[in-house]
Protein backbone atom coordinates (compact mmCIF):
# COMPACT_ATOMS: atom_id res chain seq x y z
CA UNK A 1 0.00 0.00 0.00
CA UNK A 2 2.70 2.20 0.59
CA UNK A 3 4.69 1.81 -2.61
CA UNK A 4 1.71 2.27 -4.13
CA UNK A 5 0.83 5.67 -2.36
CA UNK A 6 5.33 6.78 -3.12
CA UNK A 7 5.15 5.59 -6.66
CA UNK A 8 4.05 8.84 -8.48
CA UNK A 9 6.30 10.34 -6.00
CA UNK A 10 9.20 8.18 -6.89
CA UNK A 11 8.23 8.78 -10.88
CA UNK A 12 7.94 12.31 -10.65
CA UNK A 13 11.59 12.53 -8.69
CA UNK A 14 13.21 9.98 -11.34
CA UNK A 15 11.73 12.36 -14.20
CA UNK A 16 12.84 15.29 -12.89
CA UNK A 17 16.37 13.65 -12.58
CA UNK A 18 16.63 12.54 -15.89
CA UNK A 19 15.41 16.31 -17.09
CA UNK A 20 18.08 17.40 -15.26
CA UNK A 21 21.26 15.41 -16.15
CA UNK A 22 19.81 15.91 -19.90
CA UNK A 23 19.66 19.74 -19.19
CA UNK A 24 22.73 19.70 -17.85
CA UNK A 25 24.39 17.70 -20.13
CA UNK A 26 23.25 19.73 -23.10
CA UNK A 27 24.44 23.11 -20.97
CA UNK A 28 27.82 21.45 -21.08
CA UNK A 29 28.25 20.23 -24.82
CA UNK A 30 26.64 23.55 -25.90
CA UNK A 31 29.25 25.79 -23.55
CA UNK A 32 32.14 23.50 -24.82
CA UNK A 33 31.31 24.45 -28.47
CA UNK A 34 31.00 28.04 -27.50
CA UNK A 35 34.72 27.96 -25.97
CA UNK A 36 36.08 26.29 -28.74
CA UNK A 37 34.55 28.04 -32.05
CA UNK A 38 34.78 31.49 -30.57
CA UNK A 39 33.31 34.17 -32.79
CA UNK A 40 35.83 35.98 -34.80
CA UNK A 41 36.40 39.63 -34.07
CA UNK A 42 37.16 41.10 -37.37
CA UNK A 43 40.32 43.26 -38.23
CA UNK A 44 38.43 46.65 -39.23
CA UNK A 45 39.79 49.28 -41.37
CA UNK A 46 40.31 51.57 -38.30
CA UNK A 47 42.13 49.02 -36.68
CA UNK A 48 44.41 48.85 -39.51
CA UNK A 49 44.41 52.74 -39.57
CA UNK A 50 45.49 52.83 -36.08
CA UNK A 51 48.19 50.47 -36.76
CA UNK A 52 49.75 52.47 -39.50
CA UNK A 53 49.37 55.92 -37.54
CA UNK A 54 51.27 54.10 -34.50
CA UNK A 55 54.32 52.56 -37.37
CA UNK A 56 53.96 56.19 -38.41
CA UNK A 57 54.84 58.05 -35.09
CA UNK A 58 57.65 55.84 -34.29
CA UNK A 59 59.10 55.70 -38.06
CA UNK A 60 58.72 51.79 -38.05
CA UNK A 61 58.28 50.05 -40.82
CA UNK A 62 54.82 47.77 -40.64
CA UNK A 63 54.43 44.68 -42.48
CA UNK A 64 51.82 41.76 -42.76
CA UNK A 65 53.20 38.42 -41.81
CA UNK A 66 52.18 34.96 -42.18
CA UNK A 67 53.08 31.33 -42.16
CA UNK A 68 51.20 27.55 -42.60
CA UNK A 69 50.84 26.05 -39.90
CA UNK A 70 51.19 21.93 -39.65
CA UNK A 71 47.48 21.39 -39.05
CA UNK A 72 46.99 23.65 -42.59
CA UNK A 73 45.72 26.57 -40.77
CA UNK A 74 46.99 29.84 -42.57
CA UNK A 75 48.22 32.06 -39.15
CA UNK A 76 48.74 35.92 -40.03
CA UNK A 77 50.20 38.70 -37.75
CA UNK A 78 51.90 41.96 -38.05
CA UNK A 79 55.67 42.76 -37.91
CA UNK A 80 57.04 46.27 -37.22
CA UNK A 81 60.10 47.05 -36.72
CA UNK A 82 61.55 50.70 -35.07
CA UNK A 83 63.39 53.01 -36.93
CA UNK A 84 66.87 52.47 -34.15
CA UNK A 85 66.32 48.80 -33.33
CA UNK A 86 68.07 47.65 -29.81
CA UNK A 87 68.59 44.36 -31.24
CA UNK A 88 65.68 42.22 -29.36
CA UNK A 89 61.92 41.70 -30.78
CA UNK A 90 59.04 40.83 -28.52
CA UNK A 91 55.93 38.06 -29.70
CA UNK A 92 52.58 40.02 -28.13
CA UNK A 93 49.82 37.27 -27.87
CA UNK A 94 46.16 38.82 -27.05
CA UNK A 95 43.86 37.82 -25.45
CA UNK A 96 40.41 35.15 -25.71
CA UNK A 97 37.68 36.52 -28.40
CA UNK A 98 40.59 39.47 -29.43
CA UNK A 99 42.62 39.81 -32.19
CA UNK A 100 45.89 41.51 -33.13
CA UNK A 101 44.74 45.08 -32.49
CA UNK A 102 44.32 44.51 -29.19
CA UNK A 103 48.15 44.63 -28.44
CA UNK A 104 48.83 47.54 -30.19
CA UNK A 105 49.30 49.28 -26.71
CA UNK A 106 52.13 47.45 -25.56
CA UNK A 107 53.39 47.37 -29.01
CA UNK A 108 53.94 51.19 -29.30
CA UNK A 109 56.04 51.10 -26.07
CA UNK A 110 57.98 48.47 -26.55
CA UNK A 111 58.50 50.55 -30.54
CA UNK A 112 59.59 53.68 -28.70
CA UNK A 113 62.23 51.56 -26.15
CA UNK A 114 63.84 49.74 -29.65
CA UNK A 115 61.90 46.45 -29.68
CA UNK A 116 61.18 44.78 -32.91
CA UNK A 117 57.69 43.11 -32.16
CA UNK A 118 55.33 40.81 -33.76
CA UNK A 119 51.41 40.78 -33.44
CA UNK A 120 49.93 37.82 -34.61
CA UNK A 121 45.93 36.81 -34.23
CA UNK A 122 45.64 33.26 -32.49
CA UNK A 123 44.33 30.53 -34.86
CA UNK A 124 40.53 30.83 -34.79
CA UNK A 125 40.97 34.77 -33.99
CA UNK A 126 40.93 37.74 -36.51
CA UNK A 127 42.38 36.47 -39.52
CA UNK A 128 43.92 33.81 -38.37
CA UNK A 129 42.55 30.47 -40.01
CA UNK A 130 42.09 27.15 -37.92
CA UNK A 131 38.67 25.53 -37.02
CA UNK A 132 38.90 25.56 -33.21
CA UNK A 133 40.56 27.44 -30.26
CA UNK A 134 42.30 25.10 -28.07
CA UNK A 135 44.09 27.16 -25.17
CA UNK A 136 47.62 25.86 -26.05
CA UNK A 137 47.11 22.67 -27.37
CA UNK A 138 48.08 23.44 -31.47
CA UNK A 139 48.93 27.34 -30.41
CA UNK A 140 51.98 26.47 -28.50
CA UNK A 141 53.14 25.27 -32.12
CA UNK A 142 51.86 28.43 -33.66
CA UNK A 143 53.98 30.31 -31.13
CA UNK A 144 57.26 28.32 -32.06
CA UNK A 145 56.69 28.66 -35.68
CA UNK A 146 56.89 32.66 -34.70
CA UNK A 147 59.40 32.80 -32.59
CA UNK A 148 61.56 30.74 -35.84
CA UNK A 149 59.77 32.99 -38.49
CA UNK A 150 61.33 36.36 -36.55
CA UNK A 151 64.90 34.42 -36.07
CA UNK A 152 64.90 34.10 -39.48
CA UNK A 153 63.41 37.24 -40.47
CA UNK A 154 65.86 39.29 -38.26
CA UNK A 155 68.14 37.53 -36.41
CA UNK A 156 67.80 39.71 -33.19
CA UNK A 157 70.18 38.91 -29.70
CA UNK A 158 66.88 38.00 -27.76
CA UNK A 159 63.14 37.27 -28.41
CA UNK A 160 60.89 37.80 -25.39
CA UNK A 161 57.22 37.08 -25.06
CA UNK A 162 54.31 38.86 -23.37
CA UNK A 163 50.56 37.42 -23.73
CA UNK A 164 47.63 38.43 -21.98
CA UNK A 165 45.15 36.17 -20.69
CA UNK A 166 44.27 33.40 -22.74
CA UNK A 167 47.75 34.71 -24.79
CA UNK A 168 49.26 34.26 -21.28
CA UNK A 169 48.71 30.78 -20.77
CA UNK A 170 49.19 29.95 -24.31
CA UNK A 171 52.98 31.48 -24.12
CA UNK A 172 53.47 29.53 -21.06
CA UNK A 173 52.82 26.40 -22.76
CA UNK A 174 54.50 27.23 -25.32
CA UNK A 175 57.34 26.92 -23.16
CA UNK A 176 57.94 22.84 -23.65
CA UNK A 177 58.08 23.83 -27.08
CA UNK A 178 60.06 26.58 -27.51
CA UNK A 179 62.70 27.23 -24.98
CA UNK A 180 64.96 29.88 -26.67
CA UNK A 181 62.93 32.72 -25.39
CA UNK A 182 64.86 35.06 -22.65
CA UNK A 183 61.86 36.33 -20.91
CA UNK A 184 58.55 36.38 -20.81
CA UNK A 185 55.74 38.00 -19.58
CA UNK A 186 51.81 36.41 -18.50
CA UNK A 187 49.24 38.77 -17.87
CA UNK A 188 46.09 37.02 -16.27
CA UNK A 189 46.84 33.69 -17.46
CA UNK A 190 44.37 30.44 -16.16
CA UNK A 191 46.34 27.89 -14.21
CA UNK A 192 43.78 25.01 -15.01
CA UNK A 193 40.80 24.91 -17.25
CA UNK A 194 38.67 23.59 -14.73
CA UNK A 195 39.76 26.85 -12.77
CA UNK A 196 39.07 28.79 -15.76
CA UNK A 197 35.66 26.91 -16.14
CA UNK A 198 34.60 28.59 -12.76
CA UNK A 199 35.88 31.69 -13.22
CA UNK A 200 33.67 31.71 -16.07
CA UNK A 201 30.62 30.52 -14.60
CA UNK A 202 30.56 33.34 -11.57
CA UNK A 203 30.20 32.66 -7.77
CA UNK A 204 31.84 30.34 -5.45
CA UNK A 205 29.59 29.39 -2.78
CA UNK A 206 29.13 25.50 -1.95
CA UNK A 207 25.71 25.78 -3.37
CA UNK A 208 27.04 27.21 -6.84
CA UNK A 209 30.28 24.91 -7.06
CA UNK A 210 28.45 22.12 -6.38
CA UNK A 211 26.23 22.58 -9.25
CA UNK A 212 29.43 23.88 -11.74
CA UNK A 213 31.04 21.08 -10.79
CA UNK A 214 28.18 18.15 -11.42
CA UNK A 215 25.80 20.16 -14.48
CA UNK A 216 28.24 21.69 -16.09
CA UNK A 217 32.15 21.57 -15.26
CA UNK A 218 31.85 17.24 -15.11
CA UNK A 219 30.74 17.39 -18.64
CA UNK A 220 32.79 20.31 -19.71
CA UNK A 221 36.29 18.35 -18.75
CA UNK A 222 34.62 15.00 -20.90
CA UNK A 223 34.66 16.79 -23.96
CA UNK A 224 37.35 18.82 -23.40
CA UNK A 225 39.62 15.48 -22.47
CA UNK A 226 38.48 14.01 -25.87
CA UNK A 227 40.39 17.08 -27.15
CA UNK A 228 43.70 16.61 -25.04
CA UNK A 229 42.75 20.38 -23.24
CA UNK A 230 41.31 19.12 -20.01
CA UNK A 231 44.68 18.10 -19.06
CA UNK A 232 46.42 20.74 -20.24
CA UNK A 233 47.01 22.56 -16.73
CA UNK A 234 49.52 25.65 -17.29
CA UNK A 235 50.90 27.07 -14.23
CA UNK A 236 51.06 23.21 -12.37
CA UNK A 237 53.64 22.20 -15.27
CA UNK A 238 57.07 22.18 -14.73
CA UNK A 239 59.19 24.61 -16.68
CA UNK A 240 62.18 22.87 -17.23
CA UNK A 241 64.80 25.63 -18.05
CA UNK A 242 66.95 28.20 -15.51
CA UNK A 243 67.63 30.69 -18.12
CA UNK A 244 64.26 32.85 -18.25
CA UNK A 245 62.60 35.45 -16.90
CA UNK A 246 59.10 34.76 -16.10
CA UNK A 247 56.60 37.73 -14.73
CA UNK A 248 53.23 36.46 -14.04
CA UNK A 249 50.55 38.83 -13.28
CA UNK A 250 47.11 38.19 -11.61
Known sequence: MLIVRLRPILIFAIATLAAWLGVCGAIGVLAVEGALHLPHLALTAKDRDRAAEMAR????????AEFTAKDGAVLRAWSVRPRTANGSAVILLHGQADNRAGML???EMLLRHGYSVLLPDARGHGESGGAITTYGVLEADDIRRWFEW???SESPHCIDGLGDSMGGA???RSLDAERGFCAV???SP????REA??????SSSIAARGWRELCFVRRSMQ????LGIATASILKRPIRRERWLLLLFQ
Not at 57 to 64: F, P, T
Not at 190 to 193: D, E, G, V
Not at 197 to 202: E, N, Q, S
Not at 223 to 226: D, P
Open 197 to 202: AYDRLG
Open 190 to 193: FATF
Open 185 to 187: IAE
Open 223 to 226: VWSM
Open 150 to 152: IQK
Open 105 to 107: GPA
Open 170 to 172: ELL
Open 57 to 64: RDGAILAE
